[in-house]
């Protein structure tokens, strides 16, 4: 009995560990491989994640480039229209004038000059006519160059309008501080021309205070422009 009694002991001692032995390998495995499950949607979603990430940052990238392109196209456009119209204002509206003494010329000398006038025909029988031929020439030609000033104020306006969005907001109110510096002074000349008066306010202010404010609006440009190509080398 005592014998048997060791035998069934032996017995269920054996196949317990083999029980264990068995719960012990498949434990292993059944944990091995829910652990290498989360581990595979952990990555995955690392994965997502880090893909996300990048699509956003290219994203981001693109448009700062796009808008850097932008501003670097519109900076110098519109520095040159405002130049274009700046120079043609200040001629027009300078005190000092200097205009060719048409009553000193000879007839053939006189009829070339207004032959290759922009006055029309009628105009220039108004000049031929005219005892001060200097005085009458100036009124008739005045217009036109008023004429002119406002076309190129209102190209660089058009422009400015259309892309001032890309252009930073510090530059651009100095652009337009001086594009209505220069339109108040154009305006003025304008008023004297038709009303024979005298005011010289808005003149001379462009010519005191126009080439500071040019002179600012081009370093600030310039410098701009060249901090975008270097950042977009860093880019």
Do not use: C
Request: proline share 2%; net charge positive; aromatic share 12%.
């Amino acid at each position: 009995m005592f014998a048997f009694v060791g035998y069934l002991v032996v017995g269920v001692g054996a196949v317990g560990a083999f029980v264990w032995w068995l719960f012990r390998t498949f434990s292993e495995k059944w944990l091995n491989a829910k652990f290498e499950e989360r581990l595979a949607a952990y990555k995955h979603e690392q994965q997502k994640e880090l893909e996300h990430l990048k699509f956003t940052i290219n994203a981001q990238m693109d448009r700062a480039t796009k808008l850097h392109q932008k501003e670097f196209e519109a900076l110098p456009e519109a520095w040159a229209r405002l130049m274009d119209a700046h120079g043609i204002t200040v001629s027009l509206v300078s005190r000092y004038q200097s205009h060719p003494d048409l009553s000193r010329m000879r007839p053939d000398q006189l009829e070339d000059f207004l032959v290759h006038s922009k006055l029309a025909e009628w105009q220039r029988q108004l000049v031929r006519d005219a005892g001060d031929k200097t005085s009458a020439y100036r009124n008739q030609i005045e217009p036109f160059k008023i004429a002119r000033a406002r076309k190129a104020s209102r190209k660089f306006y058009l422009y400015f309008r259309k892309n001032g969005i890309f252009i930073r907001e510090p530059i651009k109110q100095k652009f337009d501080a001086l594009d209505q510096l220069m339109l108040s002074a154009l305006s003025e000349h304008e008023m004297n021309f038709q009303h024979q008066t005298r005011e010289f306010k808005s003149i001379d202010r462009l010519a005191s205070e126009g080439e500071k404010m040019v002179k600012a609006l081009e370093s600030e440009v310039q410098q701009r422009l060249w901090d975008s190509t270097r950042q977009e080398t860093t880019n």
